[in-house]
């Protein structure tokens, strides 16, 4: 089958780092997409990884291991405002797009 | 600002009742995906459309449907409302990358469906 396993819900301090994970099982692997949505609003991109590797982006790091099935998103000097859903999606050869459930992560001051 | 377009924002209607959902893709986008967001829910696809065709085939029910039309703007048809169907409904469109690969996907605003 296919499965996108996130944690549900995670808290973390402002000015500090939180590492979100996402383990997937797919067949027809072609990239791994991180998206932020904040509530009631759109989800916006932020990073897409195809090769093994980290990816940095300003406060943002996303990091892909393709043996492993495996992700993560770092984020840096976290702000309040970084509190939101961050979304794990892997994109398949023939055009689909597996959604994981998404991480609320919470930011306290 | 994703370029893509989604109306109406907000929307409440009986029970029993249809509605339809409009979505105008960014320019030159050729895909369209629908997805239904209820309340503190993750995304749960619905319908893609690629170039008028429909391309995948999420949990959708009977009771909707959609179609892309020529110029690329897609509808989503509700009927036979339940109180269920209360949602956030997004519209997102992409230009499909390399490899089949489905490329980023932009999000409109979304449709705020309440069923009373």
């Known amino acids: 089958g296919q499965n996108i396993d996130q944690p549900t819900e995670m808290t973390a301090t402002e000015g500090a780092i939180v590492q979100i994970n996402c383990t997937y099982q797919t067949s027809g692997f072609n990239g791994l997409f991180w998206y932020q949505q904040h509530a009631g609003e759109a989800p916006t991109f932020l990073s897409y990884n195809v090769l093994d590797g980290l990816e940095e982006k300003g406060r943002f790091s996303s990091f892909l291991s393709r043996s492993k099935g495996y992700s993560y998103l770092l984020l840096k000097e976290l702000q309040m405002k970084d509190s939101a859903s961050y979304l794990c999606?892997?994109?398949?050869?023939?055009?689909?797009?597996?959604w994981g459930a998404g991480t609320k992560l919470i930011i306290k001051p | 600002d994703s370029g893509v377009t989604q109306t109406p924002k907000h929307l409440i209607t009986a029970t029993g009742q249809r509605v339809t959902l409009r979505c105008s893709p960014r320019?030159?986008?050729?895909?369209v995906y629908w997805y239904q967001q209820s309340l503190d829910q993750g995304l749960q696809f619905l319908i893609q459309y690629y170039n008028g065709e429909e391309r995948a085939k999420g949990n959708i029910l009977e009771r909707f449907s959609a179609q892309q039309f020529p110029d690329l703007h897609s509808e989503l048809n509700l009927s036979s409302l339940e109180l269920g169907d209360s949602a956030l409904y997004f519209c997102a469109s992409s230009f499909p990358g390399l490899a089949q690969n489905t490329g980023e996907l932009f999000f409109g605003e979304g449709s705020r469906l309440t069923v009373l």
């Open positions: 999606a892997v994109t398949k050869s023939n055009y689909q797009l597996i």
């Open positions: 320019s030159g986008d050729l895909s």
